[in-house]
């Protein structure tokens, strides 16, 4: 939103953490590189968003799955 942070801004992964489903990237995850100050409206939509593709990706895996 480019508005001046708010002294409650929050921290958000740009890269989310789920996306790691092998545990080989956790380090460079966690790391300031991958960090991002937003405001709590921007950082609540970002969530929201993300949770919708996570839950799109888990039902993927599941149907894949079951298929085997």
Request: aromatic share 8%; hydrophobic share 30%; charged share 25%.
């Given at each position: 939103?480019?508005?001046?942070?708010?002294?409650?801004?929050?921290?958000?992964?740009?890269?989310?953490?789920?996306?790691?489903?092998?545990?080989?990237?956790?380090?460079?995850?966690?790391?300031?590189?991958?960090?991002?100050?937003?405001?709590?409206?921007?950082?609540?939509?970002?969530?929201?968003?993300?949770?919708i593709i996570y839950k799109d990706l888990l039902q993927?895996?599941?149907?894949?799955?079951?298929?085997?």
């Amino acid at each position: 939103c480019w508005k001046m942070l708010p002294s409650t801004f929050q921290t958000d992964h740009r890269i989310p953490l789920y996306t790691d489903q092998e545990g080989l990237h956790t380090e460079f995850l966690n790391s300031a590189a991958n960090l991002d100050c937003l405001c709590n409206d921007c950082h609540a939509a970002k969530t929201q968003r993300e949770s919708i593709i996570y839950k799109d990706l888990l039902q993927s895996l599941r149907a894949r799955g079951k298929r085997r």
